[in-house]
């Protein structure tokens, strides 16, 4: 990835307060009302998100558990019904 580097040095700043930043980032996104907005807090919960995805093993291995679900799922039509 492109930004690894990046992603890395804002999360050794932070640190795990990025759990309670995930949160306040998915509140704006929700709350925002025109397409900039969607796409400016989409990106900040990405990033976010982004960090804890590298730096946390747990969710890593339930991110790989929800794709190959999602993959199987389509596999079976499940989301045909």
Not at 34 to 55: K, N, S
Request: glycine share 2%.
């Amino acid at each position: 990835m492109r930004y690894t580097h990046e992603v890395e040095k804002i999360f050794n700043h932070f640190g795990v307060s990025q759990y309670e930043k995930l949160h306040e980032e998915c509140l704006e996104y929700v709350n925002a009302e025109t397409p900039y907005e969607w796409d400016d807090e989409a990106a900040d919960v990405f990033i976010v998100a982004l960090q804890l995805f590298m730096h946390n093993p747990a969710i890593r291995k339930r991110v790989r558990y929800k794709i190959n679900r999602t993959l199987k799922r389509i596999k079976e039509g499940y989301y045909e019904k």
